[in-house]
């Protein structure tokens, strides 16, 4: 999923005018990305969220980390849960916002996670109710096959070949707001081993041979693409 990362700040985007400063790749990641409805007026500082065509709300709330953007409090008596902000916005037609509200499309098959209310700062609810329960025997049945496998070649090899695949192609990532590439070769995936997770082996170029084992989404959701950052 994705990671919540705090780090170098993001003052390189804000105007002089601008007091504070956001500290937060995240936003600043998905800020630069043009794929990604989220940008930053540079006049004002606001960082605005497009909804529709007619339709962009500005953050007072970072929607990754849940900071305030402007030194406003949100109440913390609200457990996470989808406020009336959030429901509206995905209400409104042609909404950027899907899945409750907790997910921004973004373009091609790109799906971004939202954390917190851009108006409120309410925490968003996990989705794990879209998503199925691992099953730890699945789990260790798996840990076991793919114990031994250090390449793509080896995971063919032994347990045959993948449902489906991506790549091999280049991309390209915009960590702290810098174009980067992303050195990831291939990938495979695998759905029919397991009934509750799929298996993604991920190749990296001049990396290590990565398998992580996701759970299975339970009905429509953001399948496939998920986030630019994991790419798996
Ligand atoms: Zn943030
Ligand atoms: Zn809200």
New binding site residues.
């Given amino acids: 999923m994705l990671q919540r990362c705090q780090g170098e700040a993001i003052q390189v985007f804000l105007p002089s005018n601008v007091m504070s400063i956001h500290n937060c790749e995240d936003l600043a990641s998905w800020c630069m990305d043009e794929r990604v409805p989220v940008k930053l007026r540079k006049e004002s500082g606001e960082f605005v969220l497009n909804i529709n065509a007619d339709t962009e709300v500005k953050m007072s709330y970072c929607a990754w980390c849940g900071e305030s953007l402007h030194g406003g409090q949100k109440p913390n008596s609200l457990g996470a849960g989808v406020?009336?902000?959030?429901e509206d916005l995905a209400a409104k037609p042609g909404s950027s916002l899907k899945y409750q509200g907790c997910w921004m499309l973004g373009a091609g098959d790109l799906s971004v996670r939202l954390f917190f209310?851009?108006?409120?700062?309410?925490e968003l609810p996990v989705d794990e109710e879209r998503r199925w329960e691992k099953s730890p025997s699945e789990i260790a049945m798996l840990t076991t096959m793919f114990a031994n496998i250090k390449s793509i070649g080896q995971a063919i090899e032994q347990v045959g070949p993948p449902d489906f695949q991506r790549g091999p192609y280049e991309d390209h990532f915009y960590w702290k707001g810098k174009r980067s590439y992303i050195g990831y070769r291939k990938s495979l995936i695998y759905e029919r081993l397991a009934k509750t997770v799929d298996v993604h082996v991920v190749d990296w170029v001049g990396g290590e041979l990565t398998v992580k084992f996701l759970a299975k989404p339970l009905g429509q959701g953001p399948i496939g693409q998920k986030q630019a950052k994991n790419k798996d």
């Fill in positions: 406020c009336k902000h959030v209310c851009p108006t409120c700062g309410r």
